[in-house]
């Protein structure tokens, strides 16, 4: 059934519950149906804004996901965003352009996956903008969030000697979708679908590390250890030794990933952080573990020492989603 | 010259000058390089955010608009929905996604264009994503502005009674794609381009109507005059009636366009409002001539009035871009 702008505009009103449109963090003044969505960002907060794109053929592809794998991970990547500095969502908004003859299906299967995630928190789709696309899905989440003032935790603040951690386990979406490329390769073509795991924004982590003071600095894993780790390095003027045997792996068809899916592996979302040395890290929070993977350094190049204690130059090879990066970038 | 996405990234860095990180309505306390922008909206404002898509192929061809006007015109779309609010602009998100063959020329065109029109108000250019695209430049706007608590204008304020302004002339935008479309057709090319006067955003026309709390309600015209006095009616719940004389229309190629062009063209971005008939509404602002068109009715249809007082049911014919719409929408 093709679907026109119209219509669609009034399937997302209708779908962004009003029931949402007071959370904790914020609330809508007045929402979809105006020239701008008008929110309230509480007294003493700074506001958080973060956009997102969710290309198909640069970032999913509708033969290989499902429509909720693909709104889920289309807010998750916004979400993270705001959980990468502490902050609480107040509202997302989502610009959607939509080829003529996509299938009402589809787009209901994005909503669903997107508003259950959504509704988690909560936090309300407050508007956006809707078109026709040429040929493509095209998405681009912003999430506006709320933090105390002079409190978001920014990339820039690692200092040498202090600790760096991960949240959960790392690989997992990496080793997944290597092992359908293998298997398409082998067939030519397949009936499985990537998205077995539906990634967690770590909103509830990165508030509480917030609020306890316990991270320096954080970035969220969206491009790959390596190459998240090296923003942070960038950011703060610092350089890194990683411990190769520390870094947390996923668990991938009953056994634990391969390192380089651990190390480079993009569409984790988990959170990297830095905590100084005399600061108590918990192990969990949240149901989530918190594991020390190596240290900040003065010089300002990264490391990996395997469990043999040879020192090798950790270059940033983060994979992103569908299109492997150059090493050299 | 091929552009990398991390060159992209320096490049738009060191583009959104730091001298712009402070204007009037807010602060950006951390911006481009974290996983969020940081900003303070001032206390007792509200925020307002909007987003806009302007996709090649939909909203504008590289082959027939130069890079500025491209750029140009993305930053008016989101700067006149924050004037519609009768707002102020905090800061610019930009999403963009690059063929990877996009010259370096056409980038920084299209950079010179929409930073051109930041420096003017001004507005800082604070975040944003940017990825390669498959095939096509797509890009999307994002701004956050702010509005002093309570006081954003909305679509939904009209009442019996209230006059309909528009600032400005309309139609000329849609009049030179018209010339455009025909002179394609007759010579299947055109060395020419679309895009002989860049639409300016009416912030300082928009502010003034919400200082002196003239307007009730208020919409840009991007989508036609029809389309979008059909919004107002829509969420205000009223009627309208149009007198076709009043309309103030657009001069091109030395005379007025058609009335067709100004009641249903797109691309205009001047301000549609109403105001109760006790307010004295000045004949113009900031220079821009403020004209009234007709006047707000309880019936719920739009209805034109010709030279002859005969009255017909007014259809919203709005004019998106390249793209013509059915008059059943």
């Keep these: 059934m093709p679907l026109v702008e119209r219509e669609l505009i009034s399937r997302i009103r209708r779908l962004a519950s009003k029931r949402l449109a007071r959370n904790k963090a914020g609330a809508i003044v007045a929402g979809i149906g105006d020239d701008c969505a008008v929110l309230r ?3 003493g907060h700074e506001a958080l804004i973060t956009t997102d794109f969710s290309l198909e053929g640069v970032h999913f592809r509708r033969e290989w996901q499902s429509p909720q794998f693909i709104g889920h991970r289309c807010l998750t990547r916004g979400l993270s965003d705001i959980a990468a500095m502490g902050g609480e969502p107040v509202a997302v908004f989502l610009s959607l352009a939509l ?3 996509t299938p009402q299906k589809w787009v209901d299967g994005f909503f669903d996956g997107l508003l259950r995630l959504a509704k988690k928190f909560p ?15 095209l998405a681009d989440i912003v999430v506006l969030g709320a933090v105390p003032r002079g409190t978001a935790i920014l990339r820039s603040g690692a200092r040498p000697g202090d600790g760096i951690y991960v949240t959960g386990a790392l690989g997992g979406a990496a080793a997944e979708t290597d092992s359908f490329y293998s298997q398409l390769r082998r067939q030519r ?3 499985d679908r990537i998205g077995g795991t539906l990634p967690q924004p770590r909103l509830t982590i990165g508030r509480i590390l917030r609020e306890r003071k316990i991270a ?42 391969d390192l380089h899916f651990a190390l480079h592996g993009g569409d984790a ?7 100084k040395k005399s600061t108590r890290v918990p192990t969990s929070i949240d149901g989530v573990s918190l594991t020390a993977i190596g240290e900040v350094t003065r010089t300002k190049n990264m490391i990996i020492i395997d469990p043999a204690q040879t020192r090798r130059v950790l270059r940033p090879q983060g994979w992103e989603h569908f299109r492997q990066r150059s090493s050299s970038k």
């Design 123 to 137: 936090v309300p789709l407050a508007g956006g903008d809707t078109t026709q696309s040429p040929d493509k899905v």
């Design 189 to 191: 073509s397949s009936r």
């Design 41 to 43: 960002i509480p007294t």
């Design 269 to 275: 979302y988990e959170l990297l952080f830095t905590a």
């Design 216 to 257: 320096t600095s954080m970035i969220d894993i969206s491009d790959g250890l390596s190459t998240d780790l090296s923003h942070i390095c960038e950011e703060s003027e610092v350089g890194a030794e990683v411990w190769e045997e520390a870094i947390p792996r996923a668990k991938f068809r009953g056994r634990e990933v």
């Design 99 to 101: 080829p003529a003859r």
